[in-house]
């Protein structure tokens, strides 16, 4: 079986084409248009300067990621209806449609949460021989937009735990680059310059707090320390001075601290109180290498037992190939003619 997964979520355009046979999973294509140069200088997406580039660019990459791929041999098509952005969502949605109805293939809505969950299980497709050592699974779904904690008893079936009151991780990070004078996106650029700092002591100089830590829920808040952030940016610049490098590195440095020391903590006290067998990451803050490598770290120290699922850093970003696996476990929801778009689909 040929699948074919889009994705026009927020400012990137996806599509991949997959292939499975005798349950074994191969990506014939993952083709990704960025649109990141685009909204830079805005330190932000623009929405209605995104949906001109998909109309733009859909055709393009349809074409890049159908490449040597019959389309005729394409038996399924899954796209992203939410949530997202809604004028993002329906250029896919609509571009799917049509090419739906022209081939007269089935089309499966697809929701892009589910879609960060089970693209790792690319290198574990045999799902069905794995039921028993993975689930129940807690879910930490960490991007831009979305910052929750999903628990997972079944592939398609789910409970949102936790999730954030405000900012989510990935926003975080952004309003701090942007406050810092480093561009946008935030989250690469902060762990690049966190990377280069020199601790000069056996802690940070600079503390940030690590907001609803001690509170007894799941949620999380990161407006605070983006506000900590700016005050403490205000602070050190009272007297017209300019952020040394060193110092902006060293904000850099314990604010992804922060975020990552809030994050593994809330997810690993879910994983202890409901006695997951399995935590999985994904969203494009998953990408982070601190955050990744910290979280194996906690998981072995603390709960060792624990299988940790990943996916590789490329598949945390938005893409088609976790569209189209999607697809493939959600044939059910095949009813074309009334696919919508829902920019605030819950899981």
């Known amino acids: ?79 992203t209806v939410g949530p997202g952005l809604e004028p993002c969502l329906w250029q896919g949605v609509n571009f799917a449609k049509d090419l739906a109805e022209r081939l007269k293939k089935p089309l499966i809505s697809v929701n892009h949460i589910e879609g960060h969950i089970l693209v790792n299980f690319i290198d574990k497709f045999k799902i069905s021989n794995l039921k028993s050592q993975i689930f129940p699974a807690i879910c930490l779904v960490v991007s831009g937009g979305h910052t929750q904690l999903v628990l997972m008893k079944d592939i398609g079936k789910y409970k949102l735990i936790g999730e954030t009151r405000d900012d989510a991780a990935g926003e975080c990070f952004d309003k701090i680059a942007r406050i810092l004078g480093l561009g946008y996106p935030g989250g690469p650029v902060i762990a690049a310059e966190a990377a280069k700092f020199q601790v000069s002591s056996s802690k940070f100089q600079i503390k940030l707090p690590r907001p609803m830590m001690s509170q007894k829920n799941y949620d999380f808040s990161f407006s605070g320390l983006k506000t900590a952030v700016l005050y403490l940016v205000k602070q050190l610049t ?77 598949y945390c970003t938005d893409n088609g190939v976790m569209i189209a696996i999607a697809a493939y476990f959600n044939q059910k929801n095949n009813n074309w003619e009334k696919i919508e778009v829902n920019a605030n689909l819950r899981i």
């Open 1 to 79: 079986m040929k699948i074919l997964g889009i994705d026009t979520s927020c400012d990137d355009t996806c599509i991949a084409v997959l292939e499975i046979r005798n349950s074994k999973l191969e990506i014939l294509s993952n083709i990704v248009s960025s649109q990141v140069k685009l909204h830079a200088k805005y330190g932000g997406v623009y929405p209605s300067l995104a949906k001109r580039e998909h109309i733009k660019n859909l055709p393009l990459v349809f074409k890049k990621a159908t490449k040597g791929v019959s389309v005729k041999n394409i038996e399924l098509i899954g796209v």
């Open 238 to 314: 009272i007297n017209n001075e300019q952020l040394t490098i060193n110092q902006k590195r060293e904000i850099c440095a314990e604010s992804q601290q922060a975020i990552i020391d809030i994050l593994i903590f809330k997810t690993l006290k879910v994983a202890k109180n409901f006695k997951v067998k399995s935590i999985i990451l994904g969203g494009g803050v998953a990408a982070n290498s601190e955050l990744r490598k910290q979280f194996g770290e906690k998981i072995k120290k603390e709960i060792p037992n624990t299988k940790y699922l990943i996916p590789d850093a490329k």
